[in-house]
Structure formats: structure tokens, C-alpha cells
């Protein structure tokens, strides 16, 4: 039998504490039975001469569904990050052509969702569209960790700086800062290299605006993307 004092010399800490509560919440659905090596849990505050209290709180929480908030919660703050983020799906598809929109489109070869990267094409903004962005809309709250960029395919059209905004609406998007203000993310210099920037903190929201800034003098402005992260 596996027990957890195995799986802690493979395993550090915090995804041992990730271990636990996925492995518990799989034991109580499947009513198996588990076994724990290693340190008494610390006793709640609110209990302080009872020091099993904290494992009888979290056993009776995870059977009632009630910790499953506090999971999720959890590993969005704790896991997400460049070593455990990935793809949100521009490339492979995963985003839905409904769920991305921009400010216009240069023609029906050039909407928003032929902004996927890697893509033989690019989403391209109205020639005279001064102020283009194009949106994701993710339809739940994910963790977003970064950005990949390109130009459009075979062209002398890339963004070369952008700003980005996040929100759970549309009516409420905030712009990524720093402590001097908007911070301005470093673009394309060429059609079909890869440029990634990393966000820091880790956002947290449905829908990202990616907001051009400057882009290829007397050419439209065009970008193709892949959004990193966790869902």
C-alpha cells in the first residue's frame, strides 16, 4: 500500500498538501481507505486542547463538498506559475472562435480568431482602428500567468509594445500595472518569432484585453497569441 509517508520523499511540500486534499476528496467518493505517516496537524485556533480537531473539521468539510471552494482557491494562489502553467488553448483550439472578439477586423481573413498562434494568418485591426484590442473571453475565472506573441505569418505586421487588461466583465477591466503605473509589455520585431512575457502577480479573471500600442508604421496592426496559465 502507497501511504503518505512515501509519497513525501518524492514529493515537496506543497504538492503533498495538493496530494492530500485531492487524494482524500477521491477516498471519501470512493470510500477507500488511507493512511498517514508524518506530523499531527497543528490544533485550530478555536481549539486549542482538542489537537485532532483540525483533521475532523477538514475530513467533515471535503465529505460535505464544502472545501471544494478552499481547494480550487487553493491552487489557483499556490500552484500557478511558470513552472506549472501551460497553454489556455489559442493554438490547439480549446478557446472557442466565440470566445475571442476585437475592436474591429480588417476584413473576414483577418478576425479575431485567426489570432492563434502559430496560425497561417493573423488577426489584423481596421486600418484606421487607433485604438485595436482583441479579447478573451475564458467563460470562467482561470489563472493567467503570461503571454506568447507573433506577427502575422509572412508579413511586416507585428504589435511591438501592448498594454493588457483583465476583469470577471467587460464593463470592469483593470490594466496590468507596476508601481510607476500602466506597465508596457515589449512585442514583436519580426512576423513569426515568439515573444513571451510573464505577468507578475499571477492574474485572476474571465476576460483578457490585450490593448496594442505601437505597431508597424503605415501597416495595420496585427498579432497572433497564446495565453499561459491554469484553469
Not at 483577418?110 to 478573451?136: H, M
Request: aromatic share 12%.
Amino acid at each position: 500500500m502507497i501511504t503518505f509517508h512515501h509519497i513525501n520523499h518524492v514529493l515537496n511540500p506543497l504538492i503533498l498538501k495538493i496530494s492530500f486534499f485531492l487524494i482524500a476528496s477521491n477516498c471519501i467518493a470512493e470510500s477507500c481507505q488511507m493512511s498517514y505517516y508524518g506530523p499531527v496537524p497543528e490544533p485550530d485556533p478555536g481549539q486549542p486542547y482538542n489537537k485532532y480537531y483540525w483533521v475532523k473539521s477538514a475530513m467533515e468539510k471535503l465529505r460535505s463538498g464544502r472545501l471544494k471552494g478552499a481547494i480550487i482557491s487553493f491552487l489557483f494562489t499556490h500552484v500557478c506559475s511558470a513552472e506549472f502553467d501551460g497553454p489556455l488553448g489559442m493554438e490547439n483550439g480549446d478557446i472557442l472562435d466565440s470566445d475571442l472578439s476585437s475592436s474591429t477586423m480588417a476584413g473576414t481573413y483577418y478576425r479575431a480568431s485567426q489570432a492563434r498562434l502559430n496560425n497561417q494568418g493573423a488577426w489584423c485591426a481596421y486600418l484606421y482602428d487607433l485604438t485595436p484590442w482583441i479579447q478573451v473571453n475564458f467563460k470562467a475565472n482561470v489563472s493567467i500567468t503570461g503571454l506568447i506573441t507573433q506577427g502575422m505569418h509572412n508579413a511586416n505586421r507585428h504589435v511591438m509594445t501592448f498594454r493588457v487588461q483583465y476583469g470577471d466583465s467587460t464593463s470592469s477591466l483593470t490594466d496590468v500595472t507596476t508601481s510607476s503605473g500602466v506597465q508596457l509589455f515589449t512585442g514583436n520585431s519580426d512576423a513569426d518569432s515568439h515573444v513571451t512575457n510573464r505577468f507578475s502577480p499571477v492574474l485572476h479573471a474571465q476576460y483578457l484585453r490585450i490593448v496594442p500600442v505601437s505597431w508597424v508604421s503605415g501597416n495595420k496592426c496585427c498579432m497572433r497569441f497564446e495565453v499561459l496559465g491554469c484553469r
